[in-house]
C-alpha cells in the first residue's frame, strides 16, 4: 500500500508571506492612525507592564549587587579591624610582659645593692612543681656556671629558698614556703632568735609559721622585721624572710609562736639571684681573717 504524499508549503512561500504582511503593516501605520490608537492601546496594556516589571527586577538585582558589594567591603574592614585589634593586643601584651620584666630586674638590682658584700649570678625559673606555689623550681643555670648544692637564693623582696640539686645547666631550689623548709631566723630590732617554717596550707592566707621565739621582755611587735640568724648553719645572716603578723605565748610559758608574711611573692616568680658564696666559705673565710689577725696583734706585741 502507498503511502500518501504529505502537503507542505515551500519555507520560501512563508518568507514571502511574512515579508508582505511586514511591508502591509508599515504601511498601514504610515498612511493611517493605526498604531496610534490601537497599538498604543494594546502595548500600554501589555508591553508598559511588562517593561515595570523587567525595571523593578533590573532595580532589585541591582541593590542586591550593591549590597553584596557593601556587604562585601564591610567584611573586609571587620577583618583588617580584627587583625589590627590582635596586633594591638599582643603588642599590649608584650609591653606589659616588659615593663613586668623591668619592674623585675629593678627590683633584683635593688636586692643586689642591698646584699653588695656578697657575689650573686641572675637566673631564670624555668619550671616548678604542679600547684600555685613555687615551693620546688628548677633554673636555667647549673654546675657549668658554678652553682652548687646549699647555695642561698634570693629575689623580690628577700630570701627565697636553698639549692637543693644541680646539674650541667639546671638547679632544682626548695623555697622557705615548702613543707620540708626550716630556717633559722631572728628578729631583726633585737636580734631574739626563731625558726620560720614552711606551711603551704598556711601559704593560702599569705603566711609562714615561726616558731620558738624567746621575748623574754615582749619587745616583739606585729610588722617587725624577721631575717636569717647568725646561727643558721646554710643561709647568710641578715637575708629578709618577712614581717611579723601575729604572736602567742606558747604553753610552756617560755617561747612564742605565730605567723609571718613572706617579703617574697611565691605566686609569681620569673627571675632569681644566686647567691654563689656558700655560708660554710664565709664563715671559714672570716674566721681565717680573724686568725690572721690575732697573730698579727700578737706579733705586734711582741715586737
Known amino acids: 500500500m502507498k503511502r500518501r504524499n504529505r502537503f507542505t508549503i515551500p519555507s520560501k512561500y512563508i518568507l514571502f508571506a511574512l515579508t508582505l504582511l ?4 508599515m504601511s498601514v501605520s504610515f498612511l493611517t492612525d493605526f498604531d496610534g490608537g490601537i497599538l498604543n492601546s494594546v502595548s500600554g496594556y501589555v508591553l508598559i507592564p511588562v517593561q515595570k ?6 532595580g532589585w538585582a541591582r541593590s542586591r549587587v550593591d549590597n553584596l558589594a557593601d556587604l562585601q567591603q564591610i567584611n573586609e574592614e571587620n ?6 585589634v590582635a596586633e594591638l593586643t599582643l603588642e599590649n601584651n608584650m609591653l606589659m610582659q616588659e615593663r613586668y620584666e623591668l619592674q623585675e630586674l629593678r627590683d633584683l ?22 600547684g600555685n606555689w613555687f615551693n620546688m623550681f628548677i633554673i636555667d643555670k647549673g654546675s657549668s656556671d658554678g652553682i652548687k648544692v646549699d647555695m642561698n637564693v634570693i629575689a623580690g623582696g628577700g630570701l627565697v629558698g636553698i639549692v637543693t640539686k644541680t646539674g650541667p645547666d639546671w638547679a632544682q631550689v626548695r623555697s622557705i614556703i615548702d613543707d620540708m623548709s626550716n630556717v633559722s631566723a631572728m628578729i631583726l630590732k633585737n636580734s631574739d632568735l626563731c625558726y620560720v617554717r614552711g606551711d603551704l596550707e598556711m601559704m593560702s592566707e599569705g603566711t609562714l609559721q615561726l616558731n620558738q621565739l624567746r621575748d623574754q621582755n615582749d619587745e616583739v611587735e606585729s610588722g617587725d622585721k624577721v631575717v636569717t640568724s647568725y646561727a643558721s648553719a646554710k643561709y647568710h645572716k641578715g637575708i629578709l624572710i618577712g614581717y611579723v603578723n601575729e604572736l602567742a605565748v606558747d604553753s ?7 605567723s609571718i608574711t613572706p617579703a617574697v611573692d611565691f605566686e609569681h616568680l620569673s627571675t632569681v ?30 715586737e
Not at 516589571?53 to 533590573?58: D, L, V
Open 22 to 25: 511586514c511591508v502591509g503593516t
Open 53 to 58: 516589571g523587567i525595571n523593578a527586577a533590573g
Open 79 to 84: 577583618q583588617s579591624l580584627k587583625e589590627q
Open 109 to 130: 638590682y635593688n636586692l643586689d645593692s642591698d646584699y653588695s658584700d656578697l657575689n650573686k649570678i641572675a637566673a631564670n625559673v624555668i619550671g616548678k612543681d604542679t
Open 252 to 258: 610552756n610559758n617560755l617561747t612564742k609562736s605565730g
Open 273 to 302: 639571684l644566686v647567691i654563689t658564696d656558700l655560708k660554710q666559705q664565709v664563715d671559714e673565710s672570716q674566721a681565717d681573717a680573724t686568725e690572721e689577725d690575732t697573730l698579727l696583734d700578737e706579733t705586734t706585741e711582741a
